[in-house]
């Protein structure tokens, strides 16, 4: 009988921090976040393996790409913004992209960080279901690589619009390509709370096609690594 603790424990405690998100002691924080912390306090008290817990929670992954898939409905309702902006949008793509792998695989290398974990760092600006297929191919560490690609997308949710807001950048189209090519769904999910569509559609679209072209061209970085 295959034990449902992981998604069930999951589930529920994401739940219960979202219900109570405005608490002022995790309100600045995401709820995935504080269902993160509380599962590995959980797991380390009652002294849990994690392959236990990794049995049912995995699914929850594999559902990622379904909602994943999902957020790409509003595009069908702007291929003209699409189709406009269709230089902006190409340069984008391949400067984060390139910019997400090149970074990372050189700072790794200036502090002589193991191949095996710069490999399972080069996808974080990913979504998570492309992204743990990349380190596989890679020979990468997929739950490390999860855990990169978490890490990612909360820092991105949580000072993203900060960030360009300070620098000044008020187009929705720059700002969604920026949130979802930098920090993937959990970004897009924070575009949705702005109720701005384009930027909805813009970081889904980003999402979406920087996990592709990041799926074709890391394996190059693989042959410079070994």
């Known amino acids: 009988m295959i034990n449902p603790f992981g998604i069930v424990s999951t589930v529920v405690l994401f739940k219960i921090c979202e219900r109570f998100k405005n608490f002022p002691l995790i309100k600045p924080f995401p709820?995935?976040?504080?269902?993160?912390?509380?599962l590995i306090l959980i797991l380390k008290i009652f002294d849990i393996d994690y392959k236990t817990y990794n049995e049912t929670a995995s699914w929850l992954t594999f559902l990622l790409i379904p909602a994943t898939i999902s957020l790409g409905f509003p595009l069908y309702r702007n291929l003209n913004m699409l189709v406009k902006n269709k230089r902006i949008i190409y340069t984008a793509f391949f400067v984060a992209m390139g910019l997400a792998l090149?970074?990372?695989?050189?700072?790794?290398k200036l502090c002589h960080t193991d191949s095996a974990i710069i490999l399972s760092m080069l996808p974080k600006s990913v979504t998570a279901p492309i992204a743990v297929e990349i380190s596989k191919s890679l020979h990468g560490v997929p739950e490390l690589t999860a855990c990169f690609v978490a890490l990612t997308g909360i820092f991105g949710a949580l000072t993203g619009h900060k960030i360009l807001k300070f620098i000044r950048v008020k187009n929705d189209v720059a700002i969604g390509l920026s949130m979802g090519a930098a920090s993937h769904v959990i970004a897009t999910?924070?575009?949705?709370?702005?109720?701005?569509?384009?930027?909805v559609v813009m970081s889904t679209l980003a999402l979406v096609?920087?996990?592709?072209?990041?799926?074709?061209?890391?394996p190059l970085l693989l042959f410079l690594i070994k």
């Open 31 to 38: 709820p995935l976040l504080v269902t993160g912390i509380c």
């Open 102 to 108: 090149v970074t990372t695989f050189a700072i790794g």
């Open 189 to 199: 999910s924070k575009c949705l709370e702005t109720g701005r569509e384009k930027q």
């Open 209 to 218: 096609l920087v996990g592709i072209i990041t799926a074709i061209f890391a």
